[in-house]
């Protein structure tokens, strides 16, 4: 039976740092729950970065992109450099945090609200959607994370609702672009009621129009109609369809902006949403079939606490489903390569460019999903043969760069007893210091947490 330290640093952190599991060992329940007590200050290196706005003022405006080749260029540039410098923030706060279950979590709803650099008009804006959107809200309610994840600006851009425009409203006719369907569908497939929540394709129709008016300031963009700081989000009544909706068999007066707060509110509380919800934690947390005495747990505290995330995080401690099994999920790339990383005591993070080639490489480049659904969290999306060459290789070109780490004293470090023999048995007869470290990061007892 896998040890309570291992289990905590692993399946709810991040993987252990040299003398982690001594300080875990004493009570790794209280360890997890501690780092849900409270939202702890960012990382210096997250809260160095700039937010939104400052981004969208350092880079050069939609005329001057549209006039000439060299304000693309800086655009392109400008984005890019954001981008990897978001990355190196992230993975220098992954490897030095201290409350890596609040990072982990963190990563959980990142990904479960992405906003992916796959598409370049956001490349620059990933980084500040996580820092604004997600880090301050993961320990509230559900509803004000799905309503601060829905309207910021990256994700408005993200799928296309800062150009949806309503067909009758004041400028519906006027205009080229009609109604955009892809921040309805996804807020509702994805992000609360799930791909079975009960919906229909009205039901997506309605929520879209609801949603219209709802944009974001871009200098050179619409400036007669839009006031507000450059890369806020702003509602637009112009741009708003007008009438009453009926979404989910509720009617919503016209009521301008509010009419998305109310149906986002709406959606939060929907039984199907408390259902998708546990599901996703239980899986990401315990077991790609997830155990339905916990799901339903989960479920019923969702309802019960109104959406309150610590309160499920507690209830995710407090469970033995969590805790009696063996590991049974495979690490994602990301998730090996910081686990790793932190094992080497590893506290500062590799230029941005180096992270991503190498992620890249692995086949998880970070903030790039390929599509809104996020990065897949079941096993089979990390076992095919070229993933495991790809690991391979990584691998043995980690152990040579880590010099004179023993293999033996690592693995004591991340998993504690939980090695097995088959495990310690090369370990011991491996050729070189290398050559086992290799072998250990490539173990079972590493891949798995």
């Known amino acids: 039976m896998t040890e309570p330290a291992v289990i905590a640093a692993s399946r709810f952190g991040l993987g252990a740092r040299p003398g982690d599991l001594t300080v875990i060992t004493a009570n790794p329940r209280n360890w997890l729950l501690q780092q849900i007590s409270a939202t702890p200050a960012p990382h210096p290196a997250i809260a160095a970065r700039p937010d939104m706005q400052q981004r969208i003022a350092a880079l050069p405006d939609a005329k001057a992109v549209k006039a000439g080749d060299v304000a693309k260029k800086q655009l392109r540039d400008g984005l890019r450099t954001l981008y990897l410098d978001d990355v ?31 598409r370049p008009q956001v490349l620059g804006f990933v980084g500040a959607f996580e820092q604004e959107a997600i880090r301050p809200r993961i320990l509230g309610r559900f509803a004000d994370l799905l309503r601060a994840a829905a309207l910021h600006p990256a994700m408005l851009l993200y799928l296309d609702n800062a150009k949806s425009v309503g067909a009758n409203s004041k400028l519906g006719a006027k205009r080229d672009k009609g109604l955009n369907e892809n921040l309805a569908r996804e807020l509702m497939e994805l992000h609360s009621l799930g791909v079975d929540g009960g919906y229909t394709q009205d039901d997506v129709r309605a929520l879209a129009n609801i949603l219209t008016g709802w944009t974001v300031v871009r200098p050179g963009v619409g400036e007669r109609l839009m006031k ?81 995330l610590a309160a499920l995080y507690r209830v995710l401690i407090e469970r033995p489903e969590a805790w009696d099994a063996a590991p049974g999920k495979m690490r994602s790339p990301h998730d090996w390569v910081v686990a790793l990383l932190r094992g080497f005591g590893t506290v500062t993070a590799l230029p941005g460019e180096r992270i991503v080639a190498a992620l890249k490489t692995l086949g998880q480049q970070p903030f790039f999903a390929p599509s809104p659904a996020g990065w897949p969290d079941q096993d089979t999306a990390w076992l095919s043969p070229e993933a495991l060459i790809a690991r391979v290789d990584f691998a043995r070109a980690s152990a040579v760069r880590a010099g004179d780490v023993d293999p033996l004293r690592f693995m004591s470090e991340v998993a504690g007893g939980d090695v097995g023999e088959a495990t310690m048995f090369q370990l011991r007869n491996a050729a070189s210091k290398p050559e086992g470290l290799a072998l250990a990061l490539l173990a079972p007892e590493f891949l798995r947490r």
Do not use: M
């Open 88 to 118: 190196s923030a992230l993975l220098t706060a992954q490897l030095d945090t201290q409350a890596c279950f609040h990072e982990r979590l963190v990563q959980f709803w990142s990904n479960h609200f992405t906003v992916s650099g796959t």
């Open 228 to 308: 507000g700081e450059p890369g806020s989000a702003v509602f637009v009544p112009a741009l708003h369809e007008p009438g009453s909706k009926i979404l989910l068999g509720r009617s919503y007066p016209d009521s301008g902006a509010d009419e998305a707060e109310l149906a986002i509110a709406d959606l939060a509380r929907h039984p199907a949403t408390a259902r998708f919800i546990a599901t996703k934690l239980a899986r990401h947390f315990v077991a790609d079939t997830p155990p339905a005495a916990l799901v339903a747990a989960l479920e019923q505290t969702y309802l019960q606490s109104e959406g309150n």
